[in-house]
């Protein structure tokens, strides 16, 4: 079993930053690609960003890539999403996820299914 702790969401003005962190304790963490996922209300889960287990391996959704930077500490257990110019319609409930896919293709990385381990979520809202 994982168990991930999302944090650092909350509100900020658009074109802002945020970063948020997704702690991860249970099994060896370093094993396992890490996802990052959004859904805003009445929509539906949107993949944003993954890393695969060493680094080498990252994908973002077209619309967010240059925004938002993917990371991961393996010593820390904890995966980062840096979210830069931040805009209204990035406002949503940010999840981590974790598969034991090592290095996923892109469309293994995209998919939810792929997932084995969810986080609660943290929220982001942006204002304009």
Do not use: H
Not at 6 to 31: D, H, K, Y
Not at 100 to 108: E, L, S, V
Request: glycine share 10%; with cysteine.
């Amino acid at each position: 079993q994982v168990q991930l702790v999302e944090s650092g969401g909350g509100l900020v003005q658009a074109g802002g930053s945020l970063r948020l962190s997704c702690a991860a304790s249970g099994r060896t963490f370093s094993s396992y690609t890490m996802g990052w996922f959004r859904q805003a209300p009445g929509k539906e889960r949107e993949f944003v960003a993954a890393i695969s287990w060493s680094g080498e391996n990252i994908y973002y959704t077209n619309s967010m890539k240059g925004r938002f930077t993917i990371s991961r500490d393996n010593a820390k257990n904890t995966v980062y999403l840096q979210m830069n110019s931040l805009e209204p319609e990035d406002t949503a409930v940010y999840s981590c996820a974790a598969t034991t896919y090592r290095a996923p293709t892109a469309t293994m990385a995209q998919a939810p299914s792929s997932y084995d381990y969810w986080g609660q979520g943290t929220q982001v809202t942006v204002s304009s």
